[in-house]
């Protein structure tokens, strides 16, 4: 049996954002590896073995999904939303580079639907001129990095996607950022607060960033700062195609 892996994106939520190619994928594989919740996403079957994981064991769960696929096995690695956005693709990059002995293991990385594609197509086009992502969670980057990428896209006036706002072992950088954008003189840019988007739990808050307060986003949660010509039509919210 000739072993491959796929990185897979699980989409947003809802079950008819999953790729055909992603439930092709999954119809085939031998094993299933990923943080518990998106595992259990998947559902069980016979010949299909559940791995799942916790939070935080990136590189270790790569370097399984590798020896069980360079041992014959079909492998999906599940990744929320899309899998080389702030996820698991580039930590399997990261095992292969450590380690030459997968290097022949066949691998491909199948997107998702991510957050902030999801989020934008629910309040409009905010997304719909030039922007850049940035993600909060300072894990695995100083946060001066992160304020110095906030200051510079609010120089350059990108709409910003802002990923990982808020946990509760970062209580505080999320407030920061904002006040980094408000000194940038951003205040009177509009912001979107999308929780949950496609799911049951959905919400979706858009306010002036002089207005935010830290408390309108959590985990699950994908902030949206307009750039300063984000405008509102009826209950829409878009970025001109030009800019001056
Ligand atoms: N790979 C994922 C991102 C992982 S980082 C992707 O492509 O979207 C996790 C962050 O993604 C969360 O903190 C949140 O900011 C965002 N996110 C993921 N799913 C979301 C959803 N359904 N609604 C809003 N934000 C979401």
Redesign the pocket.
């Known amino acids: 049996m000739t072993g491959w892996l796929a990185i897979a994106?699980l989409g947003?939520?809802d079950a008819a954002l999953i790729t055909p190619e992603v439930s092709a994928a999954l119809s085939e594989a031998t094993d299933v590896v990923g943080y518990a919740p998106y595992v259990a996403r998947v559902g069980a079957r016979e010949g299909l073995t559940l791995h799942p994981s916790d939070n935080g064991m990136e590189l270790k769960r790569a370097c399984d999904a590798l020896k069980l696929a360079a041992e014959g096995r079909k492998v999906v690695v599940v990744?929320?939303?899309?899998?080389g956005?702030?996820?698991m693709a580039a930590a399997v990059f990261e095992a292969l580079e450590a380690s030459r002995k997968w290097q022949d293991v066949a691998i491909r990385v199948l997107p998702?639907v991510?957050?902030?594609l999801?989020?934008a197509a629910r309040t409009g086009a905010p997304l719909g001129h030039d922007f850049c992502a940035i993600?909060l969670s300072d894990n695995l980057k100083p946060w001066p990095v992160i304020e110095k990428r906030l200051r510079l896209a609010a120089d350059a006036d990108f709409a910003i996607a802002?990923?990982?706002?808020r946990s509760t072992s970062r209580a505080d950088g999320f407030g920061r950022a904002l006040d980094v954008l408000r000194e940038a003189g951003c205040g009177g840019r509009i912001v979107i607060f999308?929780?949950?988007?496609?799911?049951a739990k959905e919400r979706i808050e858009t306010v002036s960033l002089k207005d935010a307060r830290p408390e309108m986003a959590d985990?699950?949660?994908?902030v949206i700062i307009g750039n300063s010509a984000t405008r509102r039509v009826g209950r829409f919210v878009y970025a001109p195609r030009r800019a001056s």
């Open positions: 994106g947003p939520g990744s929320s939303r899309d899998p956005v702030f996820a998702g991510t957050a902030m999801a989020a993600n802002l990923y990982n706002p999308a929780h949950a988007v496609t799911t985990m699950a949660t994908l």
